[in-house]
């Protein structure tokens, strides 16, 4: 429901932005409103089940096992973070939004009645409310639902991209490494040097495809087919990617162009699925 500020297009969110201090409050508003309808049970105690005249037993481990104190110091290398209503006033931001993540990946329930856990609806929930929040502090981020972490709040294209379909014809190695690296580029702490290596592991999917590539995006026009090549694995072979040696360009701005790279090699990986779903 949008109510007469949103419909009337009268919110001065421009100049409402909250601090560290604020989002760490309001963090934790959210986090008991899940708490308290005990969705972080599963993560944090595992499943029980009750028999008559028997004592409980757990039929599924904690989701964060050994238990929750070491699951957090082993994703954050340090210790003082849980119990999250005691510590999370001295989170950084990093901390905050590890820890957001991490309860994003284990939030959910378990039907005794299905014997099947329940968790799309919660995270669904729960990045609703922590990103109705996170685009107020600074210029803005936002929790991917599909990835899962935490990024920048994208421009349209990256949003886009992020939530093309996976071609059906994409294998789960290839999956996997393009996750890997989508998350390596994008999630909020990540630096020049990651960067790169996420644009590098997109080239490493393409290269074992090179010669299958050159023909499926010929297929339409008839160019030489290695113009498609020169073009697509030129970049990361003369502009410091995959190589470090002194015929490299190395004095260009890496923050645009390395965007750049991203989406294109992204978007060249995609098409290549769809293409080879196309003309099989």
Known sequence: MK???ERNNLLNNNNFFISIDELREYFLQVYRYFDNMKLFDVAYRGVWQSEMYKEDYQIHPPTMSPSPEIFFINHLNKDNVYPIWEHYDYYSE????TVVEIL???IGSYDYKERAFVK???KREFALHINNLLKLYKNGFYLNEKH??????????????MQETIPVSMDETVIEQLKTAVKMFYRFDSNEEQKKKAINILADILEPLREELKTLLNKEYEVSK????????????NFNIRHNDKKQHTEYSKSVWYDWMMQYYTSVIITYYKLKIHYE
Request: glycine content about 6%; cysteine-free; charged content about 25%.
């Open 94 to 97: 990093e901390d905050l939004f």
């Open 120 to 122: 799309d609806e919660h």
């Open 226 to 237: 290695n113009d498609h090549d020169k073009i697509i694995f030129g970049i990361v072979n």
């Open 104 to 106: 994003y990946d284990n």
């Open 148 to 161: 899962g972490f935490i990024m920048e709040l994208p421009n349209d294209a990256v949003n886009a991209l």
């Open 3 to 5: 109510y007469y500020a």
